[in-house]
């Protein structure tokens, strides 16, 4: 039975096809306000960690975190991620964040690709090409995996990325001018749809990110499951889909401008819990 709800309520707020088009507060007691409150409803039926598929790219990931594999037939576990060699809690929560071996600000999965790269002896231009999992039901890739796990490892902390260092500052002040960068056919800016409350697409409403309580709620909730993708979604992920819902070009994995733009909100949304994999529509 749950099984059979939880389809017919992935197809009816999938209806409206993948085309953003996002609009301004309805009035109370309208049909949004019902949506919001039966996916509330939704959210709460499906909270517990039992009930969420994307535990189980959790328990890939960590199964992934500790194999020996690559050319150097080595495991992840001295990997790096900006709290000594092999320690996990937490690091999440201080992503992104500079690294002096590569002289870059890098997030979770850029990190994560680094440390698969330098060593397990892996090339990572397959992974880099095909990141994500198709829609459907496909398990997460191994790079999903792997960030849900990492992620999962700093739930109950609070973002506390410094952003102090100059680089770091220097990403936090691209990733703002990008959020307000208008472009390509529709004209539009992550300011269009979330640098207003109140703003929906379709049914969905949407983070305002001026708003901590509601950046630190979208941010603290990423790696989630998309229940209508049937997948295990990371902010990478979440960061190309909404450039090809603007139709902007296809931003680049891992690229400047993702992580940009995450050190960007990430300081929006200072404070946050992270809970995570969370799960949505």
């Given amino acids: 039975m749950r099984t059979t709800a939880t389809m017919a309520l992935a197809v009816a707020l999938s209806i409206g096809g993948g085309f953003l088009d996002c609009g301004s507060a309805r ?9 919001d409150k039966t996916l509330e ?36 576990e001295t990997c790096d991620l900006g709290e000594g060699p092999g320690k996990l809690d937490g690091a999440y929560a201080k992503m992104p ?12 999965e850029s990190r994560i690709l680094w440390c698969m790269e330098t060593i397990q002896g892996f090339d990572t231009t397959a992974i880099r ?3 994500f999992a198709s829609s459907g039901g496909n398990p997460a890739t191994e790079i999903e995996a792997l960030v849900a796990f990492v992620a999962n490892r700093s739930n109950g902390h609070v973002y506390a990325a410094k952003m ?10 691209l990733g703002e001018a990008l959020f307000f960068r208008r472009a390509s056919v529709n004209d539009f800016s992550c300011q269009t749809c979330h640098g207003q409350e109140g703003q929906r697409i379709r049914l969905q409403k949407l983070p305002h990110f001026d708003t901590p309580r ?57 404070g946050g819990k992270i809970e995570v994999p969370s799960i949505k529509r």
Wanted: glycine residues 6%; aromatic residues 10%.
């Fill in 164 to 173: 102090e260092h100059p680089k770091e500052r220097e990403m936090v002040a």
């Fill in 27 to 35: 009035a109370q007691g309208s049909p949004g306000d019902d949506a």
């Fill in 214 to 270: 509601d950046a630190q709620a979208t941010m603290g909730s990423w790696p989630t499951y998309r229940v209508s993708q049937a997948s295990l979604r990371t902010m990478q992920h979440r960061l190309w889909d909404c450039y090809w819902q603007m139709r902007m070009p296809d931003v680049g994995y891992t690229s400047d401008v993702t992580i940009a733009l995450t050190a960007y909100l990430t300081k929006k949304a200072e």
């Fill in 97 to 108: 964040r500079y690294f002096a071996d590569t002289d870059r600000v890098m997030d979770a």
């Fill in 41 to 76: 409803k939704y959210r709460a039926m499906i909270s517990d960690p039992m009930s969420n598929p994307g535990y189980l790219a959790v328990d890939a990931g960590e199964a992934l975190w500790s194999m020996p594999r690559g050319t150097k037939n080595a495991s992840l």
């Fill in 129 to 131: 090409k095909k990141p």
